[in-house]
Structure formats: C-alpha cells, structure tokens
C-alpha cells in the first residue's frame, strides 16, 4: 500500500530540493566533515558565521597586479592583463619588424645546435606536432632564447664555413640571422684550401647574391623569425599564459561572489524558495562543501601576495610588483609544465612525437582492388605510331588494337640540344614587334637531361653548340687512348665480312632511320638479316613481353618498348652493329639456343651495367616514364580546352595516343583509378572521363558510356574530389558556388602569422597559388555557354538536372572511394565561414579590395615560378594551372609570349609508351636515376670498364648543378637567386643543388643534391675520367662547387635533426588540420624523411673524406644529428617506412645504410632490429616484395608484390633489402645469398630485369 503519510512527501520533497540545488553548484566532489576539518573549521562553525554575517567569507583579496583597473567589478581590465597584452602587441610588432620569408633564413643550426636545448626536444622535433606539445613542452624556447642572447653577446657564432668569428658584440645581430654583405661574402668565400683564382671569384661575388650562398643565423622556433625566433616567440608565450591567467582569475572572482551569495541565501533560515525544504543534514553539507570551494579560491588568489605586499590604488605604483608577480608566475608555471611533461613521458600517459614521424599502420586498410578485363591486349596501331592520323577520324575507325612492330614508329625522343632544336622550330613563327624570330630566346635553360617526343627529323644544332653526338664522338676519339686502335683492328678483322651493321649495309639503313620512314615512300630492301636484327631490337626492348602488347590485367605499368627499342638501334649505329663485350652473345646466338645465365653475381652486374649502357642518352642520363598518377593528363587536357585547342600545344597525333591511354587503362567496372595500380576512384574516373570527352571521344562509344554509368552509379560528379571538381569549375562544368573557397588574399597576411601559405610545403602551395587566383578571378571556359559539348557534359556528368543542383549544398560531398585524407573538422567550419565570407553581401566591400592585391601577388608570384623554373615549373599540376593564369592576365591572347613560353614547356612533361601518351609526374627523374645508376657502377668498381658511360655521366651532372653552369646563370632564374627574391617569393638557396629532373627545372632537392654530389666524388675516383678532366675532354667540376652543394644540404637540415625535401620544415604539425584535399594526407608542410636524411648525410660523410678540412665541425655535427634523427623514427619493430618508394624495404636500405655511414656500429640495436625485421619478410623464392598498399596502408603489403611480380617477390624490393643487409654485414649469410640467387635468376638474357609493379 502506497504511503501517502505528511513526512514521506516532506522528505520527497526535501529531496527533490536538494538534487535541484546540486544541480546549480560546480561540478565537484562532495566533502564531508573532514573537508571543513581541513581548514580547521567545524560545519556548524560555518553555519553559525554564515548566518550571521558573510564576514567568514569577505570580499576576495586579489594581489595587486589582478585587480581591477576600473570601477567594474568583474571587469578583466588589471594590471597584469595590460602587461600580458602589451608583451603580446610588441612581440607582434618585432615579430613584423624583424620578420623575414621562411626561407631567408637558411643558416643550419650552428655549433651549439639542439645539445642545450629542450628536455625532450629529440621527440618533439622542435616545432611539436599537437598544440599540446607546445602547452607543456614549448618551455625550451626561454633556453634558446637565451642561447642566442648569449652567443650573440659573447661573439661565440659561427656562419663562415670553417671561420670561428670572436667578437665582444658585433655578432649579436650575425645570431640573429641578420647580417651584412661582409659576413655573406665571408660565408662565400671558400676556405682557405681553395685556390686563388676561387678565392678571388668568391670575392667578386655581386652583393646581391653574397646571402644566397652563405650559412648564417641559428634556427629559431619559427622559421619566418630566423635566430630571432626564440627572442620574440618567448615573450609570446609568455603573454599567453599571464592573459590566460588573467581569464582564469577572473572567472575565479566571479565564481567566488556567486557562491558566497548563494551560501549566505542557504545558511539563512529567512531564505525563501526550495532552501527552506532542504533537511538541515544535507544543508550542512553543503555548505561544507561551498566552503571548501571558497577558501580553495582565497588560497588560489593568495598566490603572489607575499612577493606583492605593496598595496596601492595608484595606477603607477602597481607596475613594479606587476612585473615582479609576472615574473614569479612565468617562472612557477614553466617549472610546473616541466615536471608535468616528465611525469606524463615516464608513466607513458603522453609521450610527443615528431611531426616527422610516420606514425604505425593506417587502422582502415585498402580492400579494393584494380579489375581488369582479363587477356585483353592492346596494341598501339600503325596510324598511332606512324602519327599520320587525322583528328576529324572518328572514334569507331580508331583501330586501337591494330598489331604493329616498334620499329615502324616515327615517334622518337629527343634529348637536350635537338630537343631545344624541335621546339624552336616547332614555334618559329613567334615574333617580336620587330619582326624578329624570338622563339630561341623563349627556350631558356640549360638543355642538358631535357626529353621530349616528336615527329620531326632531328634538327642541326647551331654553330654555337655543341651537340651531344658530337661530344660522345670525341669522347670516343680522344678520352680512351687504345680506343681508337681498337676500333681500326676491329674493322680490319671484318673488312671482308658482312656486317648487318655496317653503313653500307641496308639494315645500317634501317637503324640510321629506324624511327623515321622513308620521305620517298621507298621501302627497305627485304633481307633475312635485317629482320632477325629487327627481331633481336624487338625482342630485347620487350623487357621479357609480348612486343608491344599492353594488358593491364598483366601489368598496368608500361615497358617502354618504343624509347627501348631506338637507343638500342642508336647504339647499334654508333658501335659498328656491336653489343657491349659482356652482352655481344646475343648476336651470335639462335632462336634455338638455351639461355646462357650468368655463373656469378659480378657476372650478372656487368651485364646489367653492359645493357644499361644501350640505353643511356647521348648527353649522358637515363631516360624512362615517370607516369603513373591518372590525374595530371586531364588538367592539361582541361587546359588545352579553355585556351582554346591550340595545335602547338597539343597536336591531332598527340590527342589520338592521349584517347588510347585513356582507353588502356579503363577498368573492367568503367573507371579509372587516381593512379594506374589503384582501384577506381571519383577522383580518376570523372577527370579521366572529362578529359577523354574533350580530346574528341563520342559520347556513344562504348567505353565512354561505361564510365559515365560507373560516375552515375556513384552520385555523379558531385560526388568527386575538390581537386577535380576544380577542373570542372575551369572548363565550365561546374559552378563555382560548389567549390570551397581558396581566397588569394591569404597571401597577404604578414610573415609571422603562425598559418601562412609561404610556410606549406612547397608543392602544395605551388598548386594553390594558382588555384587562389583561378578561383578569385572565377575563371570559366570563355565559350562555356555556348559550346555544344560542355552542355553534353553538363547532362552525362549529374545524376540530376545541372540547372537544379544546389551547388553550396556539394562542397563538402565526396565518395567513400576518394575519402582518403577526410576533411578535418576544424577545416570544414573554416570552409562554411570561408563560404559565408565569399557569399554575403555585407563583405563584398572589403572582399572586393582586398582581392585585388592578392590577385596581383599571385600573378607576380607565379610570374616568378615560371622564370626561376624556364616555365617547366615544379609540377605538372601548377604547369597546368599557371599556364591557364598566364592565359586569362593576358586577356585570353594565346599569343602571349608568357602563354608560348608555357606552351613550349608542355613537351618536357609527355611521354610515349606502349600505353599510348601520358603526363609525367615530374618532367623526369633524370638527374636522380643517373646519379643513383653511376654509384651503382662504382661500387661493382666498373667505372673503366665503360669509360664512355662514365665520362657521359660526369658530362651530364656537371651541366645538371643548378645555376651552377654558364648558361643556367644567363636565364633569369638566376637573377631570382638574390636575397631579396628569394625571401620575397618564399625560395630556399638554390645554388649548387642537384634536381630531381633537370637544371632548368630549378628546384633543389636534400636528397638529389646529396646523390648527385655522391656521385660526382664517385667518378673522381675513376682515373680515365680524371684524365679526361685533366686534358680538358671534359668540364671540371670545381671544389667551389662542391661547396656549393654542401651548403645547400646544410642549410636544410632541420630542427629535427633530419632532412626535408625543397626547404626546411616551416610549418606546424596542425598545419594538417588545414588540409584542404581528401585524396592526399600529409600534404601541408615539409617533413623530414629518411630517405633525405641518409641521401644527405651520406653524401657529407663521403664528402668530408675527400676534404676533411672544409667545415669539419659543421659537418660531422650534422651527420651525427641526422643519425639520432634516423633512430628516433624507426619503428619498434626495427623498420623504417619509405615516404618515397614501395616501402618498408626502401626505408630500411636507407636507414640502416645513414647509419653505418654515420658511424653506427653493425653491431646496434637499432640495426640488427631492422635486419630481424628484413629476414622476416624474406618470401619463399629468397625475394622480397612489397606494392602500393604498403604506402597506403602504412603497414608491409600481407602478399608482398602478388599482382605484378614473381611469386610476391619483386626484383626492386629485393634488390634493395639485399643491400641494406649488406651494408649491415647481416650474420644470416644464407639468406643473403638466397636473395642474390632469386635476383640472378630473374635477369633477362640481354641483361636485363622485367618491369614489374610499381616500385616508387
């Protein structure tokens, strides 16, 4: 029976009464007696008090410096808060004094560099990747601040190469990273081992480019700072924390008055509302516990009060004991964030890691795979190969799969001179308003390592050039002494005999025009010679296929049969039809003849170096496809369309070989992948598609309406990535309302602002520089609504009518499939706020003068990319996009000389294969496969054996060095190299470096700049090549230059004790929270990678053994950082992941090679973990094997390289697990030589190793 009776419901309610009053105290936990016992206070001693009067609780004491400048009681306004903001504001203004572009500040870290620093700044890498790290263990900036208060005062900088500079003061500002022209020329100048004649060029140098070349500053918190990094961001923190404390007792105040009102309200009996129905028990209470609260916050206000003792109202008295509480504050509060960061690293509760770490595996691993149509081989047809192909042909006469030999093409690749010589003629109509042919002055550059693919003869090089036949011929003549004779005894021995090879044979006619028909239309004469000759081409150019078939269910990665196949025959040509010694078998063996295998290992190097050398150019590199990436075709191609087609740029040959790799590599679901080993993606489907329609493909062929059911089938266009939908918005297939703001104007912000564009990685901004301009002019395709095809695309690429789609409603919409690097949150609120700010009207005022000057800084800033690069610029993403900005400052006018300039350009980034014509995603990796392929040959110690090879090599790396040449010092690129420029348009010193491609290209690389140095000090160790240098065969390369180079990689050096790509690290690892693309992840800012960091300090080692006296302690300091770098982002299971290559092997090589180079003992635990770690992923066969998902998934691929290698093996992955056990002199012998078993016996008679899946 429910009791109903008068006290129950009394204390139902008294109950109820005290759950609301619960309910409006803090959140906190109840005390009981002891809590008041604690302040040695009775409960009922605090009734009584609090009943009587709030004299218990009188009005809270604030030191000084906290209280109130005003007569608002609650006001923030005290004296510690206008201290704290006055700190912060002039900071701020030193900040914008003093600051600089990120990169003027190029000194390395200097003698002290992180020895004094951070207490746990090894882990933290400087900059701290979470804003947690800079909360509890930014506290080392005070020690670097006064370091280089220190070292400044005490004239303790070094910056002059091996010159320890003694002062008392003068190098105050040297610290500081500001310094005049005497210290840069004194940076400059050589050591005294140079010889006089450098000496005296280093003297000479223009004042206006001494800080290009010189090595000063120590590197501060904030590279935008340089050494005054430390000095300005010290007082920032500072200030953050005196106004957060100012908050925090602010809020404390006004807490404290609430509460003591509502504790006077419950402790009197009077009181009206729901505290008369409290019992006095649970009443009690809590006043104990309101009491406890408040004389916690008397005690918290008490803090300072001792060390403050002066009262005074007087605004002018509080100052002196506001900076002595400030002080104290700063002080007890850095300790505290001391002993906080030790605590949480010891008990692992928070333990910081480097922004450059990669992290462990990816927790959502790819599962989709690529699907092909299985068995289906295609072949590119004699009108493709022959380029005789009309662009009004229609698609169904295409006979795409017509067989065709790889001989027939008159597609060939020029090279450096003749393809400087092609394009000049190609656009020799170009005028100056005189009349004048300007075209040759637009080709600037150094031509050297350039590649390109035409359908013109070779053109004669001028009377002022040498041309690379010419320089290969006196090499041959004059570089080997016995070379010569040999040759007269060799034609002697086959004067009467028959050679298929001779000139004066028809197959010699054949190969001298191999990749060119007959103009006459006269056909070679038939000979059973010439076809077993051709077939052999054929058949060692194949790389172990069928002879120009391409499947994709096989392997998606071309072969490059048609590059192959006319070295081969150029080499033939050149060497009287002979293969090299360790390969010249192959002529004399039969169809029916057994394999011959090498018996050694050294054997089977010689014949890889022998084969290797068919297909070096003749101006000294290795060429090949460096495709991959299924983006960067359409956006030339989108490109090409809004300029207006011009013929120049892409002509009807290049878009019929453009259709068919479209068409190739289409997958069996209708789309395309991002890149050729992917599964289909938005991202590729919808920009290949597009590019496929603009480029002349019906919309009723078959394999255009099975991708525009796979788009159709996943949402339509709306659903693609902001990368391709930009495209979209460009050639008018999308309105820009759909599209997230990129707003020039960000640009404009100062330098020392902690999210500016000039600190992103250098391809990153490079790509949104140009996409803020399109984006804030709101460029369309000119012809958008008019032309017939873009309102054909507007219907096939929606799922809806275009008209009715709400375009702000798709920003943010993006396919699971493209959603790899998913928006941040934070980004996506900047975004809508962003949108509001583009869309209201009540901004347009400001918006509309703001934007101007930040269009006219992009064009100026894209102005100069293009320049400092010879308008190859750093990618094929911004050559596109600034191409098109150049387009539309110019008025649209496609004879602009800036747009032919870019036009011209266009070639150095298309190659030809099997597959049909594709975009690279660089315009090579020339200089980088050749410096790594000479190393090769130096440690088989071969470098005589093929002196031709080598001497090439050395030709070729000693006209790579950037802005290092005579000619690449006449562009305007080097004109760029000023300090001035630089620090204007945000580039870091560029002399001496090495590239990844070209000279031209611009750009130096740690890595590059540390392989090519590498391989430079291997070829001096070749006495046929120094002889050559001797006799003046071959350029020298001067020990100035090679200082150069080493500046460049000390320079880079970062914080962190690693190396980054172009630039130091000049952003913040929340910078990712800001990443705007869902299909790439850790885009923002330049990391540090392993592969760098060995490349790196490899090459200084090896450096500092041929000239230990030049900057010895720079040097080793530097290796010896890089080596802990490498070791603080192994892996627990002892690997390394590669950021650059397929995947854990590459980054294992790396690693463990650093190490030993370094110093380490093979013997360390961080190396013989990496060899356990090597040995376990050894497969069956003795390989290794890794594929993309490696990269993807951040963990070892499970099936190793089971879609495109042997067995889960691969030959590049093994190759490189082999030599990084070797450098480690592993104790497992027989797994080594199980590896080099499985490597043998991979290799291809020719020498040879098949194209297996992608490796890098």
């Known amino acids: 029976m429910e009791d109903n009776s008068p006290e129950t419901v009394e204390q139902v309610m008294a109950e109820a009464a005290l759950e609301t009053v619960m309910e409006d105290l803090p959140t906190a936990v109840i005390l009981e007696e002891t809590t008041a016992a604690a302040y040695n206070l009775e409960p009922a001693a605090v009734i009584e008090t609090s009943t009587a009067t709030c004299e218990t609780f009188p009005p809270l004491s604030l030191p000084t410096p906290l209280q109130p400048l005003f007569s608002t009681p ?70 670097r601040a006064a370091l280089c208060l220190w070292d400044g005062m005490a004239g303790t900088h070094s910056s002059d190469g091996d010159h320890h500079q003694e002062s008392s003061g003068e190098n105050l500002f040297a610290c500081f990273g500001v310094v005049g022209n005497k210290s840069d020329k004194s940076a400059a100048g050589e050591s005294e081992s140079i010889g006089g004649e450098d000496k005296k060029q280093s003297e000479n140098i223009p004042d206006h480019l001494a800080h290009a070349v010189s090595s000063t500053g120590i590197l501060g918190f904030d590279s935008s700072l340089g050494g005054f990094g430390p000095i300005c961001l010290a007082p920032i923190r500072a200030s953050v924390f005196l106004i957060g404390w100012c908050s925090v007792c602010s809020f404390l105040k006004i807490t404290y008055n609430e509460l003591v009102d509502f504790i006077t309200k419950l402790a009197d009996p009077a009181s009206a509302g729901h505290f008369q129905q409290i019992p006095s028990l649970y009443r009690d209470k809590i006043i104990n516990v309101v009491a406890s609260i408040l004389y916690f916050i008397q005690d918290v206000m008490k803090v300072g009060n001792d060390l403050v003792e002066k009262k005074s109202d007087s605004l002018g008295d509080a100052w002196l004991p506001t900076i002595a509480y400030a002080i104290a504050f700063i002080v007890v509060l850095e300790f505290g964030m001391y002993l906080i960061g030790n605590a949480c690293m010891l008990l692992k ?30 072949f590119l047809s004699q009108k493709l190969l022959s380029g005789d192909y009309s662009s009004s042909s229609s698609s169904s ?100 005999n028959n050679n298929i090879f001779s000139p004066l044979s028809p197959l010699g006619d054949l190969v001298q025009n191999i990749f060119s028909f007959d103009r006459d239309n006269e056909s070679p004469k038939e000979d059973p010679k010439q076809d077993e000759t ?39 040509e050149k060497n009287d039809g002979k293969f090299p010694e360790d390969i010249a078998y192959l002529q004399d063996k039969g169809e029916s003849d057994e394999a011959n295998p090498p018996k050694t290992a050294m054997e089977a190097a010689k014949r890889g170096v022998a084969f290797y050398s068919l297909l070096q150019s003749t101006d000294g590199h290795w060429a090949g496809d460096y495709g991959g990436p299924h983006f960067l075709l359409p956006g030339l191609v989108v490109s090409w369309y809004v300029m207006g087609c011009p013929s120049v740029m892409i002509s009807p040959p290049q878009q019929a070989l453009m259709l068919h790799y479209f068409k190739v590599h289409q997958q069996a679901d209708g789309g395309w992948g991002t890149h050729i080993e992917s599964p289909s993606t938005m991202f590729g489907a919808v920009i290949c598609y597009l590019a496929a329609r603009l480029l002349g493909a019906h919309k009723d062929e078959d394999w255009i309406k099975s991708g525009r059911d796979f788009i159709q089938k996943e949402g339509g266009a709306v659903m693609t990535s902001s990368w391709a939908k930009f495209w979209l918005c460009l050639v008018g297939c999308m309105d820009w309302k759909g599209h997230n703001s990129v707003p020039p104007e960000m640009w404009l912000l100062p330098n020392w602002f902690p999210f500016h564009p000039g600190r992103m990685w250098c391809h990153c901004r490079m790509v949104y520089l140009p996409m803020g301009y399109l984006y804030g002019s709101r460029f369309i395709y000119s012809q958008a609504e008019t032309d017939p095809l873009i309102e054909e695309l507007r219907n096939e690429l929606y799922c809806e009518p275009y008209d009715s789609i709400e375009w702000d409603r798709t920003r943010h919409l993006v396919a699971s499939m493209d959603n790899y690097s998913p928006i941040p949150t934070f980004m996506k609120f900047a975004q809508n706020c962003l949108s509001v700010y583009e869309n209201w009207k009540i901004f347009r005022p400001f918006r509309d003068a703001i934007r101007k000057a930040g269009l006219d800084f992009c ?34 006018d496609i004879n602009d000389l800036a747009v032919r300039s870019h036009m011209m350009r266009v070639p150095d980034y298309l190659w030809v294969a099997e597959d049909g014509m594709k975009m690279q995603g660089y315009n090579g990796s020339q200089c980088w ?37 005579e000619c690449s010092q006449s562009t305007p690129a080097y004109q760029y190299e000023s300090c ?151 892996r627990k299971d002892g690997s390394w992941y590669g950021s650059w290559a397929c995947c854990f092997c590459y980054g294992c090589w790396f690693g463990i090679e650093g190490l030993i180079k370094s110093g380490e003992s093979a013997s360390s635990p961080a190396i013989q973990k990496c060899c356990q770690y090597l040995l376990s992923q050894q497969r069956a066969n003795g390989g290794w094997g890794e594929d993309f998902t490696s990269c993807y998934d951040k963990d070892y691929a499970a099936n190793g390289m089971q879609s495109y290698g042997d067995d889960g093996s691969g030959v590049v992955n093994t190759a490189w697990a082999l030599m990084a056990l070797s450098a480690a002199k592993c104790n497992d012998v027989e797994a080594v030589r199980k590896g080099v078993r499985y490597l043998m016996s991979r290799q291809l008679d020719c020498g040879d190793w098949p194209q297996e899946g992608i490796a890098g």
Not at 543 to 557: I, L, Q, V, Y
Not at 859 to 882: C, H, S, W
Not at 943 to 962: G, M, Y
């Open 74 to 143: 609650n006001t923030l306004i005290s004296p510690l808060f206008v201290l704290a903001v006055v700190i912060m504001f002039l900071s701020l203004l030193f900040a914008q004094k003093f600051s600089r572009s990120p990169l003027q500040q190029i000194g390395h870290v200097g003698p002290r560099g992180r020895k004094y620093h951070s207490w746990n700044e090894s882990t933290t890498g400087g900059c701290g990747g979470r804003f947690i790290d800079w909360w509890i263990f930014g506290g080392s900036v005070w020690i």
């Open 929 to 965: 496969d050749t410096s790594f392929a000479i190393q090769a040959v130096w440690e088989c110690g071969l470098l005589d054996k093929f002196p031709i090879l080598s001497a090439k090599v050395w030709a070729f790396l000693e006209r790579t060095q950037i802005l290092s040449t």
């Open 397 to 496: 006469s295409r006979d795409v799969n017509e067989e065709s030999g790889v001989l027939s093409s008159k597609w060939r690749c020029a090279v450096a001179h003749d393809s400087h010589q092609d394009t000049i003629a190609k656009f020799n109509y170009i005028k100056s308003k005189e009349g004048d042919d300007v075209s040759s002055s637009l080709m600037t550059g150094e031509p050297f390592g350039r590649q390109i693919w035409t359908l013109n003869e070779s053109q004669p090089s001028s009377d002022k050039e040498v041309s690379e036949d010419d320089m290969e011929n006196k090499l041959k003549q004059e570089l080997v002494p016995n070379l010569k004779e040999e040759k007269k005894e060799e034609e002697e021995k086959t004067e009467n």
């Open 980 to 1130: 001035d420029s630089r620090d204007k348009f945000y580039r870091h010193v560029s002399k001496g470096g090495w590239p990844f491609s070209t000279s031209a290209h611009g750009w130096p690389i740690s890595d590059c700049t540390g392989e090519g140095l590498k391989g430079v000090l291997a070829l001096m160790d070749s006495p046929i090549v120094m002889d050559g240098v001797k006799r003046g065969i071959l350029k020298d390369i001067e020990p100035r230059r090679l200082y150069d180079a080493v500046n460049v990689i000390l320079t880079l050096q970062n914080e962190d004790g690693g190396w980054a790509t172009y630039e130091n690290n000049r952003g913040f690892g929340w910078y990712e929270e800001l990443n705007p693309s869902e299909v790439f992840g850790d885009i923002m800012i330049d990391y540090s990678y392993v592969e760098c960091s060995m490349a790196s300090l490899t090459a200084l080692a090896d450096f500092h053994e041929k000239y230990p006296d030049h900057r010895t302690n720079e040097i080793t300091f530097a290796i010896k950082r890089g080596a802990e770098f490498m070791k603080s982002i192994q």
């Open 349 to 378: 509760i928070y333990v910081p890691m480097g922004i450059s770490h990669p992290g462990g595996a990816r927790p959502h691993k790819i599962v989709r795979t690529p699907q092909w149509t299985e068995g289906k081989e295609h």
């Open 859 to 892: 064009l100026e800033y894209m102005r100069a990319e293009d320049l400092q690069t010879n308008f190859i610029d750093i990618g094929p993403v911004n050559k596109a996009l600034n191409m098109v900005s150049a387009f539309h400052s110019a008025n649209n």
């Open 534 to 572: 051709a077939k052999l081409i054929e058949t060692i150019a194949s790389g172990g296929r069928n002879p120009m078939a391409f499947d994709p269910s096989k392997n998606p990665n071309s072969c490059d049969q048609i590059f192959r196949a006319q070295m081969i025959s150029s080499y033939l």
